[in-house]
């Protein structure tokens, strides 16, 4: 279970990002979805995905957020990355990109990372009523058809459900450690921070 992560910080723009340490860095296409893509080596046209999964030690995989939730997969000789918005965790990214690794081996921990916490991510009550009722708990009423929305516990749930065991969080929000990391609803920057992983 050898595996690193790089997580880009401020000044720097991790969309400009190519390689890390001399290897080069896979990105998706981003979509706000629930598609999971398997790479094995820089592919010529970049997968249109928000999950992306690798056996391979040559790259790095990689996912751009600027409140969203990347989330890191570790298995046995694979690792994953996922991008988790509130409409691609409406569309289960999470679950979906834990449980395609799981065909081929057990995902021994997901590592939540640098994100909008839920003391911070106001939704409107649409937003609470896209989701079924397992995720009630996800949602604390503020008034004014206002909700603070948790993201981690949202996918907390998928992963628990996809059966992973072991979950850490990083305890970084993009809000609160702004001087760190990018805020798209606090700055309404285009810059990015690039959260990645490979295998050692």
């Known amino acids: 279970m050898n595996y690193e992560i790089f997580i880009s910080e401020k000044p720097q723009d991790g969309r400009e990002i190519k390689e890390i340490k001399g290897i080069p860095v896979v ?3 981003q979509v706000h979805g629930g598609e999971v893509s398997f790479v094995a080596s820089v592919p010529t046209v970049p997968p249109i995905s928000d999950g ?3 056996d391979s030690k ?3 995989i990689g996912v751009l957020t600027a ?17 988790a ?5 409406l569309k289960g ?3 979906n990109a834990a449980s395609y690794m799981s065909k081929f081996t057990r995902v021994k921990k997901a590592i939540l990372g640098v994100s909008i916490c839920g003391g911070c991510y106001e939704v409107r009550s649409d937003v609470r009523n896209s989701f079924s009722k397992e995720y009630s708990s ?5 008034g004014d058809g206002k909700l603070l929305f948790d993201l981690k516990c949202a996918n907390r749930v998928q992963l628990k459900a996809a059966g992973v065991e072991v979950i850490e969080d990083l305890n970084f929000c993009t809000i609160c450690n702004n001087d760190r990391f990018f805020s798209y609803r606090k700055e309404k920057t285009k810059k990015r921070t690039l959260s990645a992983i490979r295998l050692l």
Request: glycine content about 12%.
């Open 27 to 29: 990105t998706p296409v």
């Open 52 to 54: 992306l999964i690798t």
């Open 58 to 60: 040559k790259i790095w």
């Open 67 to 83: 409140d969203c939730l990347p989330i890191f997969l570790v298995g046995e000789g694979a690792v994953g990355v996922v991008h």
């Open 85 to 89: 918005g509130w409409r691609g965790t």
């Open 93 to 95: 990214i999470a679950f």
């Open 138 to 142: 996800c949602f604390t009423e503020v």
